[in-house]
């Protein structure tokens, strides 16, 4: 069956540095919602991309739908020790949604 | 927050004994989901329900069964639970359509001894 692979599986970072997660799926896609997890809690939405090659920005957070709309990533630019836990893609198509494993973000302050 | 509860919040239960976890809802959303949470796994779609009375199986289906009589409600119930079925369960909401955005509740986590 169709799968969304999300990279990395996990990342260790120092505050301040920044960090990146990818979805890629192998078919065009018709939306992707990205998801925030923090540890013990919650899966919490962050944020819907629809169109082809869009960018959108949440204060430090930057998400990109690529081009052919078969990847997009998530970019944290300076990380804090409140970013950390578990980042979901979860990738639509044919009325169909199907989530990535996750990234697990761990930062050290 | 989503108007979401999940009842119970924990729950420990041994092989072979029945369980129901409910998920209530005040949002009139039209769509509810189950899933399940396993480290290395992600999140894993067990059943969803597009309307009263109207559920589907997920990728995880095996061992569960669901019930919507009302719009709020969506139970999941275990049979006859195995430790297999150790986890943290997810419900989730949304409204429009299958690709909307999943509004979650807090999670029920399940030991089977």
């Known amino acids: 069956g169709q799968q969304v692979m999300q990279i990395p599986q996990y990342q260790h970072v120092q505050e301040g540095e920044d960090f990146t997660t990818y979805c890629n799926s192998s078919?065009?896609?018709?939306?992707i919602q990205w998801y925030k997890q923090r540890p013990g809690g919650h899966p919490v939405f962050l944020i819907q991309?629809?169109?082809s090659g869009e960018v959108k920005k949440q204060k430090r957070l930057t998400f990109q739908f690529g081009e052919a709309k078969k990847n997009s990533s998530l970019h944290i630019t300076a990380t804090q020790t409140t970013d950390v836990g578990t980042y979901f893609c979860?990738?639509?198509?044919?009325?169909?949604?199907?989530w990535g494993l996750g990234t697990s973000l761990a930062v050290n302050p | 927050d989503a108007g979401i509860t999940q009842s119970p919040r924990h729950k420990v239960t041994e092989t072979g004994t029945p369980v129901t976890l409910r998920c209530h809802q005040t949002?009139?959303?039209?769509?509810m989901y189950w899933y399940r949470q396993d480290p290395g796994h992600g999140l894993r779609l067990i059943h969803y329900?597009?309307?009263?009375?109207?559920?589907d199986k997920g990728e995880v289906s095996d061992g569960y069964s669901v019930s919507r009589s009302k719009t709020e409600d969506f139970l999941l119930t275990l049979e006859s639970a195995t430790s297999s079925q150790t986890s943290v369960y997810f419900c989730?909401?949304?409204?429009?359509?299958?690709?909307?955005?999943?509004?979650f509740g807090p999670g029920t986590r399940l030991t089977v001894l």
């Open positions: 989730a909401i949304s409204g429009l359509a299958g690709t909307d955005t999943q509004y």
């Open positions: 949002e009139n959303h039209r769509y």
């Open positions: 329900s597009y309307g009263v009375k109207d559920t």
């Open positions: 078919t065009t896609l018709s939306n």
């Open positions: 991309l629809v169109k």
């Open positions: 979860n990738a639509g198509n044919n009325r169909k949604l199907i």
